[in-house]
């Protein structure tokens, strides 16, 4: 009888040993500051201005065996933009840009991921800024996952696109090299 029991035990360990990873929620780490939304703008074809949006959370769905479920949603302060330059700052606040007053949230959320093999792929989307959505698409590439030291569970990736402002109805005209603004993404999340 007591191999028996013993045997039930090992053969349930092995159907779930043999079951595949589902699909895990995960938190995105803005709290640890471990998350960036990260951007670079042409300034005048002499240089680049750099910043960040500092205020921003979301979630994400993560699922290396069925790539089709992997998703995000991301919601963005535009009036955390930080490009370390307080009078630029308040510039980019204005309705010349980002009309924060009257846009005071924007968004992303996916509709697609294309998964292109080694860690690699394609996330489809609707970015929502100053009150225009249009699709986007955003380079994604694994960092990594595994246990944290805290007892918990991470998954790391980054993320590159390039937006037309113009798309958006900024009007502000810096040149045609200024209308593009590039993304870097880095995103750590927590397993829920």
């Known amino acids: 009888m007591k191999s028996t029991s013993v045997f039930k035990g090992l053969a349930l360990a092995a159907a779930l040993a043999a079951t595949p990873v589902m699909a895990a929620d995960y938190l995105i780490d ?13 300034h005048l074809g002499y240089s680049y201005v ?25 919601t963005i302060n535009p009036a955390s933009v930080d490009s370390n330059h307080a009078e630029r700052d308040r510039h980019v606040r204005s309705n010349d840009f980002l009309d924060v007053r009257r846009y005071s949230e924007a968004s992303f959320v996916s ?8 860690g690699k792929g394609t996330l489809k989307g609707n970015l929502t800024l100053m009150g225009q959505t249009r699709a986007i698409e955003i380079a994604v590439e694994k960092v990594g996952e595994g246990k944290d030291p805290w007892g918990g ?27 593009t603004v590039y993304l870097n993404l880095v995103v750590e999340g927590v397993r829920q």
């Not at 803005?30 to 042409?42: L, M, P, V």
């Not at 509709?111 to 080694?118: I, N, P, R």
């Not at 990736?157 to 209308?179: I, M, Q, R, V, Y």
């Open 111 to 118: 509709t697609a991921y294309e998964d292109l093999g080694e």
């Open 50 to 74: 750099v910043g960040r949006f500092n205020e921003f959370s979301g979630t994400f769905t993560y699922d290396e065996k069925n790539p089709s479920l992997n998703k995000i949603d991301v």
């Open 153 to 179: 569970y991470r998954a790391g990736f980054t993320g590159t696109t390039a937006l037309n402002l113009p798309d958006f109805g900024a009007n502000f005209n810096l040149g045609p090299a200024a209308e």
């Open 30 to 42: 803005t709290q640890g500051a471990h998350a960036s939304i990260n951007f670079k703008i042409d």
